[in-house]
């Protein structure tokens, strides 16, 4: 997000002394974050329940997973500011109850706008309260254990996307779906309840807010996904399609000229003529829209089209999310020695091979010796370029703008996968609609290619060089 404070950069002789809390607010802290990771991915498994219970259509049930992510990333930066202006931990403490609420909000629906609006207020929740705990969990900490502390907070992007699959099987198919928002009511009461005692209050740092500048672009961001998601049923040719794709190209037209004038800008241009943030923006848009669409695109395939449970579907994901850890973890050792190109474009080459038994899915095929194998050998790849485009971004940038490549790059994250699955939404619109495989092969097939075209565009965008890490704050 927006950079903590210039704690994050006092030498060590003048740091203040360490709060003895700090530990256990991490933990608190990090509780909360994994609860918004989590949000990301636990509804997928979720959605063909929702679909009978409150009958929702394609659309509707494409926009219960990109309404969050999309709130969640369009207005990560502004609550970034918020922190700032208003303090951070009253910031995250207003986060958190406003996704609290929400989410018995989501959990109650019994249409689809109370649904859609509980996952919009969840996102505008997870906006404010995430930048706001990463600015406590950098000020809290100095030098080793910053490093400690924030490679605790980065592991949860792997691990929160994994559980949400399988901890949204297990409650779907026990209490119900409803239970996939319900479970967050307890547990954010708690984290509410114990913060203030174990994450002390700073004073704000003057900021001034671009409210216009956060509007235009979620709302640029909102017209693309609508134009996406409609050409399933009016066709890319549509005027339901081509108009709200014009007005995404005018309102971001529109959000560069006022930031070019704002005194305050949300989102300073001038990072995109910074190669290294190029890079790592495009690489996470990519690797968060092609992870983000196989759990949706599966979670549909196999309950639609073969008739797995939510419990068994959420267990077939769970070797992907292994794979998609062992894929960070490999790709973290080859940036450091080959550099961050090689290790990009050999992530996108075997996420597309990966992708390619995907595009021979049958009716009566196994599930196991075809998908779940195609799968993991993806999110391998992808797991490598993740850690490609945080490093790449942050590390290859001047330590003083480490915070807003970081911020650049986190937006990317969450809007990459509204967009992933939109776009996949409507390639597989038939077989959504009536359970046959023809929709999902081609909407994987189109994966394959995105995933290859990624690959040789980053041989040309991606700089050479191996990263250096700067320590600047980073989200997952």
Aim: hydrophobic share 55%.
């Amino acid at each position: 997000m927006t950079q903590p404070s210039s704690t994050a950069h006092a030498h060590p002789g003048t740091a203040p002394p360490p709060d003895p809390r700090r530990w256990a607010a991490l933990a608190l802290l990090c509780v909360a974050q994994f609860m918004l990771i989590l949000d990301v991915t636990v509804i997928n498994v979720a959605l063909p329940d929702m679909a009978v219970d409150l009958e929702l259509g394609r659309t509707t049930l494409t926009w219960a997973v990109t309404a969050y992510t999309l709130c969640f990333g369009g207005l990560m930066l502004l609550g970034g500011r918020l922190a700032d202006a208003l303090g951070a931990r009253r910031t995250l403490l207003a986060g958190l109850a406003v996704f609290t609420a929400a989410s018995l909000v989501t959990g109650l629906a019994q249409d689809a706008p109370a649904l859609l609006g509980g996952r919009i207020a969840q996102g505008v929740g997870a906006a404010l309260l995430s930048p706001a705990a990463l600015s406590l969990v950098t000020t809290a900490f100095h030098g080793a254990e910053r490093t400690r502390a924030l490679g605790v907070w980065a592991a949860l992007g792997g691990s929160g996307a994994a559980a949400g699959v399988l901890l949204g099987g297990a409650l779907t198919e026990g209490p119900g779906w409803r239970w996939v928002f319900y479970v967050n009511v307890p547990v954010g009461l708690a984290v509410l309840v114990a913060l203030p005692a174990l994450v002390p209050a700073r004073p704000p740092r003057p900021a001034r807010l671009d409210l216009p500048g956060a509007l235009l672009v979620t709302s640029g961001t909102a017209a693309l996904i609508y134009g996406l998601v409609e050409a399933g049923d009016s066709g890319w040719t549509g005027s339901g399609t081509l108009l709200p794709l014009a007005s995404a190209v005018v309102l971001y037209a529109v959000f560069g000229a006022v930031e070019r004038t704002s005194r305050a800008p949300l989102m300073d241009l001038r990072m995109f003529t910074r190669r290294p943030v190029q890079a790592g923006a495009f690489l996470m848009l990519v690797a968060t829209a092609l992870l983000i669409a196989f759990f949706f695109l599966g979670s549909v395939y196999l309950q639609h089209a073969r008739g797995f449970g939510p419990l068994e579907t959420g267990l077939v994901f769970l070797p992907v999310a292994v794979a998609t850890g062992l894929g960070a973890h490999l790709g973290s050792r080859l940036v450091g020695t080959l550099g961050s190109r090689p290790t990009a474009v050999a992530g996108l080459l075997v996420a597309a091979a990966g992708c390619a038994p995907l595009t021979r899915l049958s009716d009566t095929g196994s599930v196991y010796a075809v998908l779940l194998p195609g799968f993991a050998v993806a999110s391998l790849g992808i797991g490598a370029v993740f850690v490609t485009a945080t490093t790449t971004a942050l590390a290859l940038v001047d330590h003083q703008e480490a915070g807003l490549a970081s911020g650049v790059v986190n937006t990317f994250h969450e809007v990459g996968g509204s967009i992933g699955v939109a776009v996949v939404s409507t390639v597989a619109a038939t077989g959504i609609e009536r359970g046959t495989v023809g929709g999902f092969t081609d909407a994987f097939t189109l994966c394959a290619v995105a995933a290859a075209v990624a690959a040789v565009l980053s041989l040309a965008l991606v700089p050479r060089g191996k990263p250096q890490p700067t320590g600047g704050p980073h989200a997952h």
